[in-house]
């Protein structure tokens, strides 16, 4: 049985985007334009170009904050607000999600690399704020983004995280690297299944998952 993997799990921590939500929902169609939108006028570039860029920067720099946070004269926190004012009102509460969580034993935190502000619209629309002890952005790194360690590392430290009795969910496979080296169980939300050493379960269901590690 995989509960079995988590018995010394006392923090649990998730992202946010196509983890706590279903990737059907598109929140990022809606970001990536806006994505694109900011990166035309502050450079000036078409906006294929501009949406190529931040490909690029997410790529290289494990975010399109921080490529242009390192070439360009970005203010970012205007930038997160910017991005994420998207519409969620699609989103649905979903009751089957909430118990799961609930019924984990533990600490729950929310780590996202977007904005805490965002996260916390996003688990409102979703009926899941109060299953949350705390909520993290990439503003709590100073900025430095998932997958890079130095991102963990001082989320983790605010928040008094022990890795070794922790656990990651994360639709970003290589955002499962860090935390697996520093002796985190990993688990990959995904609709395809991602090989890799670091990745120790993956499920295409989160509720149906966490349903299993119930205690």
């Known amino acids: 049985m995989v509960a079995?993997?988590?018995s010394h799990v006392q923090t649990w921590v998730f992202d946010l985007d196509n983890t706590l939500y279903p990737p059907s929902?598109?929140?990022?169609?809606?970001?990536?334009?806006?994505?694109?939108a900011y990166v035309s006028r502050l450079t000036g570039m078409e906006t294929a170009e501009a949406l190529k860029l931040c490909t690029d920067y997410w790529v290289s720099h494990g975010s399109t904050l921080a490529g242009l946070m390192e070439?360009?004269?970005?203010?970012?926190?205007?930038?997160?607000?910017?991005?994420?004012?998207i519409d969620i009102s699609h989103l649905m509460v979903d009751d089957a999600l909430r118990a799961a969580i609930s019924g984990l034993d533990g600490r729950k935190i929310v780590y996202t690399n977007g904005s805490e502000n965002h996260a916390k619209r996003v688990l409102a629309a979703r009926g899941l704020t109060r299953q949350?002890?705390?909520?993290?952005?990439?503003?709590?790194?100073?900025?430095?983004?998932?997958?890079?360690?130095d991102a963990f590392s001082k989320v983790f430290a605010k928040d008094g995280v022990t890795p070794t009795t922790a656990a990651m969910f994360e639709d970003e496979a290589r955002n499962l690297a860090v935390p697996h080296a520093m002796g985190m169980r990993?688990?990959?939300?995904?609709?395809?299944?991602?090989?890799?050493?670091h990745i120790h379960h993956h499920t295409d269901d989160l509720t149906a998952f966490l349903s299993q590690l119930v205690r």
């Open 4 to 6: 079995q993997y988590f």
């Open 25 to 36: 929902a598109d929140l990022f169609g809606q970001m990536d334009a806006r994505f694109a």
């Open 186 to 197: 990993t688990v990959h939300v995904h609709p395809e299944r991602a090989e890799a050493d």
């Open 71 to 85: 070439h360009h004269d970005l203010d970012p926190h205007h930038f997160l607000a910017d991005v994420h004012d």
């Open 132 to 149: 949350f002890d705390a909520v993290y952005g990439v503003e709590h790194a100073d900025f430095k983004p998932k997958p890079t360690q």
